[in-house]
């Protein structure tokens, strides 16, 4: 495919991803926008700002060697722990993605999660997972969580993966055409459209970091 194909793909995809967050605008039922109502969201996993621990890195491995970490400790590729709080009284399901804003790349999409959910446990993100509907991340394997693997030696080696969760006033359809199953973004479209009709209540993101390149 030519180059200037996939980078129009991939900048279309970062501005998709960009714009999901202005709708994320409207006051709370709790009384207010005030600090102390937003929508927060905490991982157990790892800190925010901080490097992201083998257990959430992809393990890939075709001679027998992790590609993904620096001295090729097998990984773990487990989707982190979640939680959240103050969610919006309407809420009626949530949203969840990992997405590689140095590369554009989405690891995760989940959703319809419950709207009684508080977060989700560690490894949530399996194959067929219980906790809520998945689409395919940009690895185009199975629907489900795939973790960090940063290209070795080429710049920007450090990636920044962020996690942010969705409130919605709804619960969301998407297509899941038999030739053309759904993915990251008919997730993002679909938020798109939920977030114009003001359906989007609010979301919440922390972020952690990730090199497999040695340092100098």
């Not at 399996?126 to 998945?134: A, T």
Request: with cysteine.
């Amino acid at each position: 495919m030519d180059t200037q194909v996939i980078r129009a793909g991939l900048w279309k995809r970062f501005a998709i991803s960009t714009a999901l967050a202005t709708f994320a605008v409207a006051p709370l039922a709790h009384g207010g926008d005030e600090e102390g109502f937003r929508l927060r969201l905490h991982s157990g996993t790892f800190t925010n700002g901080g490097t992201l621990p083998v257990s959430m890195i992809d393990n890939i491995a075709p001679n027998g060697v992790n590609l993904c970490t620096v001295d090729g400790t097998p990984g773990g590729n487990e989707s982190p722990e979640l939680s959240w709080e103050h969610a919006p009284r309407e809420t009626r399901s949530f949203v969840v993605v990992a997405f590689d804003t140095t590369a554009s790349f989405t690891h995760w999409g989940m959703y319809n999660i419950s709207a009684k959910a508080g977060g989700l446990p560690a490894n949530a993100g399996v194959p067929g997972s219980s906790y809520g509907q998945q689409v395919l991340n940009d690895f185009f394997d199975v629907p489900a969580y795939e973790g960090p693997c940063p290209p070795v030696g080429v710049a920007p080696v450090s990636h920044q993966y962020v996690f942010t969760v969705y409130a919605l006033a709804t619960r969301l359809t998407l297509p899941n055409l038999a030739n053309f199953p759904d993915n990251a973004e008919t997730l993002y479209q679909a938020l798109l459209t939920a977030g114009s009709r003001g359906e989007v209540l609010a979301s919440a993101s922390i972020a952690g970091f990730f090199s497999a390149t040695p340092a100098n």
